[in-house]
């Protein structure tokens, strides 16, 4: 069993914002005219409030259902959002947040990649700042 104080800590913010920068594979993700729609439509917070439930559903899990292959490449903004910051799938959490997989994610680890997705959306656009919004319950 892994103790609190010998689990190595997720990936700063800042940090991580510039080495998702640094990969060409992940820089090349924007919201395209339909996601842009759909987050003009319904809202940050909506928007938020899907990806607080697509992380329940799909991350959470120790071991998730198609893990891998479980975020579809787009169609809503936080799938984009999830292959732009590497929040995708188990193994890119592990990778690029020092989350580890064989876990199901905690509180702290599901309000990390809230964040984490919240910034990128937020980086795409003029939106109006919700980061007083409480997405998760602790």
């Known amino acids: 069993m892994i103790k609190a104080k010998d689990k190595p800590p997720m990936r700063d913010l800042d940090d991580l ?13 924007r919201l395209g005219p339909r996601e842009r729609a759909y987050l003009a439509q319904h809202g940050m ?12 559903r799909r991350l959470a899990p120790a071991q998730p259902t198609n893990d891998g ?3 579809p490449m787009r ?13 995708c799938c188990r193994g890119c959490l592990a990778k690029w947040h020092g989350i580890p997989q064989g876990r199901a994610l905690s ?3 599901m309000a990390h990649v809230l964040a984490v997705l919240r910034r990128w ?3 795409q656009g003029n939106w109006p ?5 409480r997405l998760w319950d602790d």
């Open 17 to 29: 914002f510039l080495a998702l920068e640094r990969s060409a594979f992940r820089r090349r993700f």
């Open 45 to 56: 917070e909506t928007v938020l409030a899907h990806a607080k439930e697509f992380v329940t």
């Open 69 to 71: 292959r479980q975020t």
């Open 75 to 87: 169609g809503h903004p936080v799938f984009v959002a999830q292959h732009a910051t590497a929040t």
């Open 107 to 109: 509180a702290g680890d």
């Open 121 to 123: 959306l937020q980086s």
């Open 129 to 133: 700042d919700v980061a007083d919004v």
